[in-house]
């Protein structure tokens, strides 16, 4: 199975801030990872594609980028609905495999 | 609008049975992959399950297989999952999603998926006695 790993597993920023959370994967998936936003309560919803294409309907604030085995979404200006546990999933083979998450958090 | 509701969840004894559903909405059924994903208190999403359109095709993360079975509907555009044998470890939402593929423009996906998009609200299974 291919692992996911996110860091950090939480971060804290202001409002304006610029937020990049990393995730790594323990082998090549060439593209094919996507990131999910979970809001506390809620399902999660995808936000990126094929690791830089952002869903309709996503804020242009939101980015991704990496390829191979390492990762990057960047939220620029943080808003207070950014509030919210960031996921990478690879979708290179099965089982497709989820990271750990990380906890966005607002100074 | 695209729209999965779960049902089905609830409290059950380790080693006991439980029977999931997911009503879909919104999309050519038959076209369209339904998935599994459950989530642990606290921890990250786990895909478990996913079923092709035809319902022919079925995909199963080890530590389910061979105790839950997914299936389909077509007429009445629904999905279940059959779980078995419940384990404690087996305590979560119960979410299901959508298969979607596509690198460029994000397409459904009949087949294997890539990505999960839309969710259901989640149903929560406890497994304890």
């Known amino acids: 199975d291919i692992q996911m790993t996110q860091s950090p597993s939480s971060v804290s920023a202001s409002i304006g801030d610029r937020v990049t959370i990393t995730c790594r994967a323990s082998?090549?998936?060439?593209?094919?990872l996507a990131w999910y936003q979970q809001k506390p309560g809620k399902a999660p919803k995808l936000l990126i594609f094929?690791?830089?294409n952002l869903q309709s309907g996503v804020p242009s604030r939101f980015s991704g980028s990496g390829s191979g085995t390492d990762f990057t979404l960047t939220i620029n200006s943080l808003h207070p609905e950014d509030l919210a546990t960031y996921y990478c999933?690879?979708?290179?083979?099965?089982?497709?495999?989820f990271g750990q998450g990380t906890k966005v958090e607002i100074k | 609008e695209v729209l999965l509701v779960e049902s089905g969840g609830g409290l059950v004894q380790p080693g006991g049975s439980l029977r999931l559903s997911c009503a879909v909405s919104?999309?050519?059924?038959?076209?369209?992959?339904v998935n599994w994903v459950r989530q642990a208190p606290g921890k990250g999403p786990e895909w478990i399950s996913s079923?092709?359109?035809?319902?022919?095709?079925?995909l199963y993360a080890d530590s389910v297989d061979g105790r839950f079975t997914i299936s389909r509907d077509n007429a009445n555009n629904s999905c279940h999952l059959h779980m078995s044998s419940l384990r404690v470890e087996d305590t979560a939402v119960y979410y299901c999603?959508?298969?979607?593929?596509?690198?460029?423009?994000?397409?459904?996906?009949?087949?294997?998926?890539?990505?999960?998009?839309?969710w259901g609200q989640g149903t929560l299974v406890t497994v304890s006695s």
């Open positions: 999603a959508r298969g979607a593929t596509g690198s460029i423009l994000l397409q459904p996906a009949a087949e294997a998926p890539r990505w999960f998009d839309p």
């Open positions: 919104g999309l050519p059924f038959s076209s369209n992959s």
């Open positions: 079923i092709n359109g035809r319902g022919d095709y079925t």
């Open positions: 082998q090549g998936i060439g593209t094919w």
């Open positions: 094929a690791a830089s």
């Open positions: 999933q690879q979708g290179n083979s099965f089982p497709r495999t």
